[in-house]
């Protein structure tokens, strides 16, 4: 079975878990969070890759893809029936990108990249203060993920639009204005 996916990409705190969610509700596709994969399989007992992975979201560094193409695949094929994947903060860079297309080529079909933009003060004010207990939301492991993030992830989103595949939608808006721009794409 082939699996629709819409890459959602933007710097921390962009809004992509807050739109993806609305996107699920709306739509019936199922938001996939890199991230939140990453950090479940952190604390699974037992888990071969925890250690690996704390180490990662510690420093601010990217898991090794293979790791992360295997939660995404492992949680799409128990989702069931939906119209597709929300995979967002994935790829966050050439190394992922690659791995990506090494291990899911012939399983998905990108429809685009959902590009959501907003000015970096803005993004780091907002994760300083959503408050959700994460280890990596203190202003030095942020100013990580934006050089991170910069360095790594635009190129990315740089090389899905050089191929036509990028809607971006201003993130810095309130949240109704950014999903009214979404839900045009998705409709």
Same mark, same amino acid.
């Given at each position: 079975?082939?699996?629709?996916?819409?890459?959602?990409?933007?710097?921390?705190?962009?809004?992509?878990?807050?739109?993806?969610?609305?996107?699920?509700?709306?739509?019936?596709?199922?938001?996939?969070?890199?991230?939140? /994969? %990453?950090?479940?399989?952190?604390?699974?007992? #037992?888990?071969?890759? @925890?250690? &690996?992975?704390? =180490?990662?979201?510690? *420093?601010?560094?990217?898991?090794?893809?293979?790791?992360?193409?295997? /939660? %995404?695949?492992?949680?799409?094929?128990?989702? #069931?029936?939906?119209? @597709?994947? &929300?995979?967002? =903060?994935?790829?966050? *860079?050439?190394?992922?990108?690659?791995?990506?297309?090494?291990?899911?080529?012939?399983?998905?079909?990108?429809?685009?990249?959902?590009?959501?933009?907003?000015?970096?003060?803005?993004?780091?004010?907002?994760?300083?203060?959503?408050?959700?207990?994460?280890?990596?939301?203190?202003?030095?492991?942020?100013?990580?993920?934006?050089?991170?993030?910069?360095?790594?992830?635009?190129?990315?989103?740089?090389?899905?639009?050089?191929?036509?595949?990028?809607?971006?939608?201003?993130?810095?808006?309130?949240?109704?204005?950014?999903?009214?721009?979404?839900?045009?794409?998705?409709?």
């Amino acid at each position: 079975m082939v699996h629709n996916v819409v890459f959602v990409l933007g710097p921390p705190g962009s809004g992509k878990g807050t739109i993806c969610a609305k996107i699920q509700e709306d739509f019936n596709y199922i938001h996939l969070s890199a991230g939140d /994969l %990453l950090r479940a399989e952190r604390q699974r007992e #037992g888990s071969e890759f @925890g250690a &690996l992975i704390e =180490g990662h979201i510690t *420093n601010g560094t990217i898991v090794p893809v293979e790791i992360t193409c295997k /939660l %995404l695949e492992n949680a799409m094929k128990a989702a #069931g029936d939906v119209r @597709g994947f &929300l995979v967002d =903060g994935f790829p966050r *860079n050439q190394n992922n990108l690659e791995g990506w297309n090494a291990e899911m080529t012939g399983k998905v079909d990108e429809k685009f990249v959902l590009y959501l933009s907003c000015p970096v003060d803005i993004c780091i004010s907002r994760c300083l203060n959503r408050g959700q207990g994460r280890t990596d939301d203190n202003e030095e492991s942020l100013k990580k993920r934006v050089v991170t993030y910069n360095s790594q992830t635009f190129p990315i989103i740089e090389h899905f639009e050089k191929s036509g595949q990028v809607r971006e939608v201003k993130s810095e808006r309130p949240v109704e204005e950014v999903y009214a721009d979404v839900v045009k794409l998705f409709s």
